[in-house]
Structures are given as C-alpha cells and as structure tokens.
C-alpha cells in the first residue's frame, strides 16, 4: 500500500504529492465530497508519508511508525470525531493546545477532524486562529460530506479539495474484491451508491430490492386505470409511521426510479440508468406515463422530502404525490 494503490481523484492524488515533494502542503486542508470516496483515506496516507521512517514523500505501511498510525495508535496522529452530535469546544480546546507540541516520535503531527460539518459555532470560532497559523510541525486536515455547513470563516482558512465520487468501474472492481455478489449485482450497488465504496459496502442488496419492489408496485397502481384505493393501499407501506428509516430509503429509491423513467423517456441508453437490470420493466412503465406526470409527482417528491424535516403532513403530502403520479392532478 502506497500513494500509487489510492483509487480514483488523481488530480487531487497528484497536487497533494506534488506538494509533499517541495515541502508546500497546507498545514490546514479541507477535504470535501460524499462519503466513502477516500478522504479519510488519503489524509491516512498524508499522515504516513510526513512520518515513515523508510520512504521520503511516500510511506512504506510496513515500518513502527506507518503500522501504528494504521492502528490509531501513533502519539503524533490523533483523529478527531464528534462526540454524540457533535465536535464539542472542549475538544477543539485541547486540539489547540496539542498543535504546538514538538511531534513526540514522529516528524511531524497530523490532526484528522471527520465530519467537519459537526463543529458548532462556539467550537469553530474557538479554532479559527489555529487553522490560520498553525505551526510547521502540525497539519490539520478537515473532512467533510457538507462543505457548506462549515461556517464561511473555517472554509477560507483551509486549503479546500473537492474530491469526486469514484467512477463506477473502480466501484464494481473495488467490491470484487470485498463481497460474494455477483457481477450484475456490483454493477448495480456500484450504480445506486453514486460511486461511493464506502456507501456500496454497507448496502444490503436484498433488503435494497425488496423495498425497490415495493416502490415499482406503487409505481404500477399509480401508471394504469388509475384508481386511488389501489395506489393508497401500494402506498400504505412506504407511509407506515412505524417505519422511519425506510420511508427515508424508500423515499430515495422512488427518486431514482422517477429519474430512470424520465430518462427512457428521453430515449437514454440501458447504460444511463441507475436500474439498468430492470431496464425492460421501466420501459414498459415509462411507456404508461407522460413527461407531465412524471415532472409533477418528482416536483411533489421534492416537496414531501423537504417537508419532512418540517413537520409536513407526510399522509397529505403523499396523497398530492399519488394523485399527480396517476394524472388526477397537477400543478396548483
Ligand atoms: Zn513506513
């Protein structure tokens, strides 16, 4: 394991050891994009090459000092995460206090905050002056899925790299390696996971189609003779109060089926759908829909979701979405 084993964002690959190489890289650094595409990965590897006792500019992942921060157990490495909802004052305190010691063994100290986006305001102001001048001997490497939720002033102290999701064929290949499925179901963890490893390795693909099979019939109710006790009762599932998470996740399928099918509409190839091994069974549906239906039930999907986190009337909210889906209403 070295820089040359990381997969996918090389030009961010490239800049930071280009930077490692003539003693420029940023002592405060912002990694930004969507989980599971190797931020915390790389800022390991930053963390390994400042330190390895046998390579200069990269690391060997063989020697005390690379097993160690392997093991989260090298003084001069410290990753810092939420504590319950978030990063506390207290912690960005001691953070503080801890970037100007002399690294204890290694060359140089690496701070990792995950889920940057954590920081309050108190405890982000608390580190503002550490982000603008931190020691030589320190860096800080912040990492988050919501760069926007970072106050303004901690973005414009960080050296900010956006990385992209993963392309789907490093995915299918990644997991090949990892999981028993087989290689049309790679294909399509790699595809529903937006090209994050790390959300397709958590995916369990059973319950995944299960709830995408529930979600297709209600697409169904919905596409011919509409009738509303029919598309009420494919619905009742996805609305049960008892179910949270799953109408979160069914939620999210339902957009990924409504894009597919807006797609064939378009006439897009097999290859551009997320669903590409039900592209029959989508062709027939989006057959039975016109692009006003579909734009109307994604318009009230979008409503619903935001609504959500409001408190909407999720019964409501979803009856508007069924209604507009079978064509019974549109726009207000
Ligand atoms: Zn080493």
Redesign the pocket.
């Known amino acids: 394991m070295a820089f040359d084993d990381f997969l996918g964002n090389r030009p961010i690959l490239e800049t930071v050891r280009s930077q490692l190489a003539s003693c420029r890289l940023p002592h405060s650094m912002l990694f930004t994009g969507v989980s599971g595409i190797g931020k915390w990965t790389l800022a390991q590897f930053i963390a ?1 090459a400042c ?5 200069k500019d990269d ?5 005390p ?3 160690r921060i392997s093991e989260n157990a090298h003084p001069d490495v410290k990753n810092v995460a939420p504590e319950g909802q978030f990063i506390k004052i207290d912690q960005m305190r001691s953070l503080s206090r801890e970037v100007f010691f002399k690294p204890f063994e290694g060359k140089c100290r690496i701070f990792i905050m995950d889920e940057a986006e954590k920081l309050r305001d108190e405890a982000a102001n608390s580190i503002l002056k550490t982000l603008e001048e931190p020691p030589d001997t320190s860096i800080l490497i912040l990492i988050t899925s919501r760069p926007n939720d970072l106050l303004p002033t901690i973005r414009s102290r960080c050296q900010m790299y956006p990385f992209a999701p993963l392309p789907l064929a490093d995915v299918e290949l990644l997991l090949q390696g990892r999981t028993s499925y087989s290689s049309e179901e790679r294909q399509l963890l790699a595809r529903i996971a937006g090209g994050s490893l790390g959300k397709a390795v958590t995916i369990d693909l059973a319950e995944y189609r299960r709830q995408r099979d529930e979600m297709l019939a209600l697409l169904e109710a919905c596409s011919r003779n509409f009738l509303y006790a029919n598309a009420a009762r494919a619905a009742s599932g996805w609305l049960d109060k008892r179910k949270q998470a799953e109408f979160d996740s069914k939620t999210g399928i339902l957009f990924t089926l409504l894009r597919d099918l807006f797609l064939l509409k378009a006439g897009a190839e097999t290859q551009a759908l997320t669903h590409a091994d039900i592209a029959g069974k989508l062709a027939t549906l989006s057959s039975l829909y016109s692009i006003n239906q579909l734009m109307n039930a994604t318009q009230s999907l979008d409503h619903l979701e935001a609504g959500m986190r409001r408190n909407l009337n999720r019964g409501l909210a979803a009856d508007q979405f069924v209604l507009r889906l079978g064509g019974v209403t549109s726009n207000p």
Not at 59 to 63: E, L, M, R, V
Request: charged share 15%.
């Open positions: 390994k330190n390895c006792l046998r390579l690391f060997c992942n063989g020697c000092n690379c097993q």
